[in-house]
């Protein structure tokens, strides 16, 4: 049987930069960052880092699909909210194929809900339960998204969890499309959420990685700058409507791309030090899957944390299978790291930008590290050009690797 196409039908999400394209757009189009000094920060001793991304407000509607809000995280109120807005952006709410088991699920994120855990560790400091309900363990399961979309929803179909880090919601992507391309599935429900909190920066500020500029903080991050000093974490969620092409052009679907590609791997190495061979190797198989070469790539999406040893490892595999000629910026100089949410949220904006035919710079990009590769970075002020084909890359600690390729409708 031949490989089935697979398009995206509907996107939603909420970011700290907007929780619509307009809003974003005009966000992106100040070319400042969503990057804020997080009072209440300087109650946790030795944390070097006071600075995140918070989601921009969102609203849930009080109606009886949502009757177990009660028993979510906010982690899970995300992606909800988001998978709602996308089923109705794609016209498929109140569709049959929900319950049909035609239409599964593919979501992630780096962990559960941070206060659930905070309820854990209560009850093992106080050796008392009363810190737990009911709900305690389901806010904490890695899956907490997933089963929250299905059983609001009632989607019955075959459901991924991907918890893997910063590529939680672009392997939940990819595996979406390998599901759909392979006839297991006709749709998908596909991304990812992250909320931010104290402790999820006291890991990162253990390991050196975060930003300190906690006095300015609008001058970072600072990705692949000679002089920047780390990632400030983010929050939001995005969703997704993966759907057959034939399928989705039957019922007069709307649609915003098409998915050609995509590669993932394991450095099978170190847990946290890039490794800038097997980031190659899953760029290239994502354009081995497209049946593309590299000069058919028109952006690229960075990942673009902000952190030495990541900026140079990716940028160096990005020169080694592109040269200098592909426009790349990177979107977390705007929304900070939104960890298990950023595969989500920057395959959306990607999409939207490749759509528009303009593309956001680098924000706090003034000088390029020299041990960077030398690529076409966008700074100062937006791009505008036309492609077909764009790439959206995602590494995580432990060494997962993803990349993306997005066509462009014509």
């Not at 426009?327 to 999409?351: D, F, N, R």
Request: net charge negative.
């Amino acid at each position: 049987m031949a490989p089935h196409r697979v398009v995206v039908t509907g996107i939603a999400g909420i970011s700290p930069i907007g929780n619509d394209w307009n809003a974003i757009r005009h966000h992106l189009g100040t070319y400042l960052n969503a990057v804020r000094f997080m009072e209440g920060w300087d109650a946790y001793a030795d944390l070097n880092t006071k600075l995140g991304a918070r989601a921009a407000p969102f609203e849930i509607p009080n109606y009886p699909s949502f009757e177990n809000l009660s028993d979510m995280g906010m982690v899970s109120k995300m992606a909800v909210r988001t998978t709602e807005l996308a089923l109705a952006d794609a016209g498929l709410l109140h569709d049959t194929i929900l319950k049909s088991g035609k239409l599964g699920i593919a979501f992630g994120s780096c962990s559960g809900a941070p206060e659930g855990f905070i309820d854990v560790w209560k009850t093992m400091e106080d050796k008392s339960t009363k810190a737990m309900d009911s709900s305690t363990y389901f806010k904490i399961l890695p899956h907490t998204t997933t089963i929250s979309i299905a059983s609001t929803f009632g989607i019955t179909g075959r459901v991924i969890t991907t918890s893997s880090a910063c590529t939680s919601s672009s392997q939940a992507i990819g595996y979406a499309y390998e599901t759909i391309k392979h006839g297991r599935q006709v749709a998908m429900v596909a991304g990812g959420a992250e909320e931010l909190h104290a402790i999820q920066a006291a890991v990162f500020d253990t390991l050196f990685a975060t930003s300190t500029k906690n006095a300015a903080p609008s001058t970072t991050p600072s990705p692949f700058d000679i002089n920047r000093d780390g990632l400030v974490l983010g929050e939001g969620s995005c969703s997704l409507i993966l759907e057959e092409y034939e399928h989705a052009l039957a019922r007069g679907a709307k649609i915003y791309a098409e998915i050609v590609g995509f590669g993932t791997n394991s450095d099978g190495c170190h847990v946290t030090n890039p490794n800038q061979p097997t980031m190659k190797m899953a760029m290239q198989l994502a354009l081995d899957d497209a049946g593309l070469d590299s000069q058919s790539i028109g952006y690229i999406n960075a990942h673009g944390t902000a952190t030495e040893k990541g900026d140079i490892a990716e940028t160096g595999a990005t020169f080694e299978i592109f040269g200098g000629n592909v426009p790349i910026s990177s979107l977390k100089s705007y929304t900070g790291h939104t960890l298990g949410a950023c595969g989500g949220l920057e395959s959306w904006v990607t999409i939207e930008m490749m759509r528009e035919g303009w593309f956001a710079p680098t924000l706090n990009l003034t000088k390029v590290d020299p041990l960077c590769g030398d690529l076409d970075y966008i700074v100062g002020s937006a791009r505008e050009f036309q492609c077909e084909y764009a790439m959206s890359n995602n590494f995580a600690f432990g060494g997962i690797n993803t990349s993306l390729i997005f066509r462009k409708i014509l």
